[in-house]
């Protein structure tokens, strides 16, 4: 039982981790020189990778956050966004810092 759900949470992070959204938005964090200096650097994605996402043909909707840290420090990475014509809008792509809470909007 333990490892069915282990096999489904894997299959599910998997998705979401090979996404353009999912891809996009983690490349802007990595690339952001605030969220470098609050978490050092390399910054890296986390593994349980949690919220939802449905594609269907240029359309869709991603609602993610993504654990990211780096050497000094650790957070999530939040993505909302909508597909129209096979192009993401983020209306929310941000990292809260967990040891001081800061919000760094990356749009």
Do not use: K
């Not at 490892?3 to 998705?15: D, E, K, P, Q, Y």
């Not at 690339?31 to 990778?49: C, K, S």
């Amino acid at each position: 039982m333990v490892t069915c759900i282990g096999l489904v949470a894997f299959g599910i992070t998997s998705v979401f981790r090979s996404s353009d959204v999912y891809q996009e938005a983690l490349r802007t964090a990595q690339n952001d020189p605030a969220v470098r200096t609050a978490l050092g650097l390399p910054v890296e994605a986390g593994w349980f990778v949690m919220g939802s996402l449905e594609t269907s043909g240029l359309s869709g909707e991603a609602d993610l956050r993504i654990p990211v840290h780096g050497p000094d420090g650790s957070g999530t990475l939040y993505v909302q966004a909508r597909r129209e014509n096979g192009v993401w809008r983020y209306y929310t792509l941000s990292v809260v810092v967990n040891e001081t809470g800061q919000t760094i909007d990356l749009r």
